[in-house]
């Protein structure tokens, strides 16, 4: 019952699909723009910028990085008194 009305309405909206844009866009002829140029250029070196930022800053900045105490602390004699 409700299908049928579902696909009456968005048929009557004229509703393109995405398959049909990039048809749209395909055809036509446009100048690369900055995106098109440094798009992979930029993305590749913001990539390894934050890895190296990343990489610096967990092994040289001296981060205590919380590690376990297991072997490290000793414990201390029991007191009577």
Known sequence: MMFP???????????????????????????PDFHDKYGD????????????????????VGIEWNPSPVGRTTPKEWNDE
């Open 41 to 60: 250029i930029l993305l590749a070196s913001g990539t390894a910028f934050c890895v190296v930022v990343w990489v610096f800053t967990a092994t040289q």
């Open 5 to 31: 009305l579902v696909r009456n309405a968005l048929s009557s909206l004229r509703i393109r699909s995405i398959q049909q844009i990039r048809a749209r866009q395909s055809h036509s002829k446009h100048s």
